[in-house]
């Protein structure tokens, strides 16, 4: 098939530090492109890939040195798209809703993976508007607050199988803590938790500016106060391995409608297993006593850690294996691709029947 992904300007592909929708693009396309696909990726010029690249802004958005208003690059990205659309069999979009106007005449060949939280009330006129527009659900529970809209499916992130080796004997003995801080993440409690059990917690966050009153009001006191926490800092994807992987396990306690959740799986390969709140996602991503425990309430955390320490991490690793991989992943999106009403793949080749056999046989 000749596909097209488009990805978010803000940072490249795969990113250099944080950005979970930009790696999650990056692990699809790699595997796509594994399989046998034309796959071209619209992003931004410093991405790296071995699918085709076209350049949409010199370098990510977020690093751009004289950067001010992040629109005009992205509407000459949708401009690229329109002009180049008739070039492909299905184009995948993960910018949000931004194209939605732009794609109208061929929306029955696109598929659009929502990749954020959808419970925001500004966001439902506009979802009635664009009702007819194929959507992917990264997890079932962030369907629940949507109207009536055309869901294609849902299908579960993906990692590459080697990109985060496992670790049966992690070394460091610490309560690990890794993504954004902000108050729906709640590193606060990751705090609480790990002092209250007696363990050293390590923070690798990146603080975002709309976040840094938080931070420094909060936070920060709360890292200077306990002499078992250590802030990282942002980390990148070599760091991340070691960081996760010589945990003893991840926290992930959060407080909002989460809609799926990256770090988990991430941890999962490494053999990390995962103490998390029971919201949003939680409950489809973790197999409750087996990649890691679901609660409620720091009380219950606390109640659970020994039984967490225990899990086998082999098991673990194998719960990523079963269902997180990307080769997975590309499966269900080549799956929905070819359900859409406007792909029209060209019939296969048949071939004369060998002697004896009656049947046609199809050359894949």
């Known amino acids: 098939m000749k596909i097209a992904q488009i990805a978010p300007l803000a940072e490249r592909v795969p990113p250099k530090l944080y950005g979970g929708t930009e790696r999650i693009v990056s692990y699809l396309t790699e595997e796509l492109v594994r399989q046998g696909h034309d796959v071209t990726l619209f992003a931004s010029g410093d991405s790296l890939t071995s699918a085709k690249l076209v350049s949409c802004s010199d370098v990510a958005l977020r690093l751009h040195p004289s950067m001010k208003d992040p629109l005009p690059y992205q509407v000459v990205m949708l401009e690229e798209i329109r002009r180049r659309a008739l070039d492909f069999d299905v184009l995948h979009f993960h910018i949000d809703f931004l194209h939605f106007p732009v794609i109208r005449e061929f929306a029955d060949r696109t598929v659009t993976t929502l990749h954020g939280r959808l419970d925001l009330p500004d966001l439902k006129p506009l979802y009635r508007m664009f009702s007819d527009i194929p959507l992917v659900s990264i997890s079932n529970d962030q369907r629940l607050p949507m109207p009536a809209v055309d869901w294609a499916g849902t299908v579960y992130h993906g990692l590459q199988i080697d990109i985060l080796p496992f670790t049966e004997r992690p070394r460091g003995g610490y309560l690990a803590f890794l993504g954004r801080i902000s108050p729906e993440k709640r590193p606060d409690i990751a705090i609480e938790i790990a002092s209250r059990v007696g363990m050293p917690l390590k923070i690798a966050a990146k603080v975002d500016a709309a976040d840094y009153v938080y931070w420094d009001s909060i936070i920060k006191p709360m890292v200077e106060m306990h002499a078992n926490v250590e802030f990282v800092g942002e980390i990148n994807e070599h760091q991340k391995a070691s960081f996760l992987g010589n945990a003893s396990a991840l926290l992930f ?25 029971r919201r949003g996602s939680v409950r489809e991503i973790i197999e409750d006593g087996i990649s890691g425990i679901a609660v409620d309430s720091v009380a219950e955390a606390i109640e659970n850690i020994d039984w967490l320490l225990r899990l086998d991490r082999r098991q673990v690793r194998a719960a990523f294996e079963r269902s997180f991989t990307a080769e997975r992943m590309a499966r269900d999106y080549l799956a929905i691709y070819r359900r859409l009403p406007g792909v029209r793949l060209k019939a296969p080749r048949l071939r004369r029947p060998v002697k004896g056999t009656p049947e046609l046989q199809v050359i894949a």
Do not use: K, N, Q
């Not at 306690?253 to 709140?277: K, N, Q, R, S, Y």
């Open 253 to 277: 306690p959060i407080d909002w409608p989460e809609p799926f959740g990256l770090v988990m799986i991430e941890a999962m390969a490494c053999g990390t297993p995962v103490l998390a709140f």
